[in-house]
């Protein structure tokens, strides 16, 4: 019994066909269903989330071609058909822009939403055309404020899960090990929310070759009881549920059982 909730489908046509490559790579490896989640940048609705005066202005209008409406009828059309998905949405927060946010997803029945910091200000800290920058910031000082994000987006109750939660690590740039003293404090913070943390194996198929989160913020997780998923953050069929015996064993050291179905925004336990 097991579900991977972190699926994006943009490398393929909005069709049935292609999204039964990922279900069905999904239930040979033992899932009983899975939970698409593209990328808000993706759809033009979503503009004045995005939008700024510089370079992530300029980069989203590469990729915001498609309609949220066409991908939200496609996963409806898979549901009536009794295909085993569930509707999400994986979108950027930026701080101030939470009413901008809550307009681009309130008309849709998501079953989930991930929130995500891949942005500090214009600055897109996991795109390897703006790696450059990270040699010209004080790496303890871009942790801290990454973290600071992600506290500020656990508590706008916009979302359901915080997806790969130190991708900041993505290109193995490391903090002085005293700044997660200072991290802790908003993991404290985050586990006053509610909100589900993602444990996602994508981080072993990126530079830095580790599951996000770190040994350190896990065993944070552990200590202030914050429930996870386990996700993939698949962009092709055979990514589904990749390394997920892996992610498994990596829960499990920290005695952690206990993963989460979501349906209509609501979480499910089961065990693994």
Do not use: C
């Not at 990729?63 to 409806?76: C, F, P, T």
């Not at 800290?125 to 790496?139: A, K, P, T």
């Not at 490391?174 to 589900?196: C, M």
């Not at 552990?222 to 993939?232: D, F, G, R």
């Amino acid at each position: 019994m097991a579900a991977d909730y972190h699926v994006h489908i943009e490398n393929g046509p909005y069709t049935i066909e292609w999204l039964k490559k990922f279900i069905n790579s999904g239930l040979s490896k033992g899932l009983v269903e899975i939970g698409i989640s593209e990328h808000g940048h993706r759809f033009k609705e979503g503009f004045e989330v995005y939008k700024s005066n510089g370079f992530r202005r300029e980069w989203i209008k590469t990729y915001m071609d498609q309609s949220i409406e066409d991908y939200v009828e496609l996963i409806k059309e898979a549901k009536q058909m009794a295909l085993p998905v569930k509707l999400g949405i994986e979108a950027d927060y930026f701080p101030e822009k939470e009413k901008e946010i809550k307009d681009f997803l309130a008309t849709y029945p998501w079953d989930f939403i991930i929130g995500s910091v891949h942005w500090i200000d214009d600055w897109g800290i996991d795109l390897e055309e703006s790696i450059e920058e990270w040699h010209r910031r004080d790496v303890d000082e871009v942790y801290l404020e990454y973290f600071n994000i992600i506290e500020k987006m656990a508590k706008t109750g916009l979302f359901d899960i915080i997806g790969h939660i130190d991708l900041v690590k993505i290109f193995g740039f490391r903090p002085n090990y005293k700044v997660f003293e200072k991290i802790e404090r908003n993991i404290e913070e985050i586990s006053k929310t509610g909100i589900v943390i993602e444990v996602s194996t994508a981080g072993l198929r990126k530079p830095v070759g580790e599951i996000y989160p770190s040994k350190e913020i896990m065993g944070m997780i552990k200590e202030y009881n914050i429930p996870i998923v386990v996700n993939s953050d698949a962009h092709m069929p055979q990514d589904v549920a990749r390394d997920f015996d892996k992610a498994y064993a990596y829960v499990k050291s920290y005695g952690i059982n206990t993963l989460y179905y979501f349906e209509g925004r609501k979480k499910l336990p089961y065990n693994i």
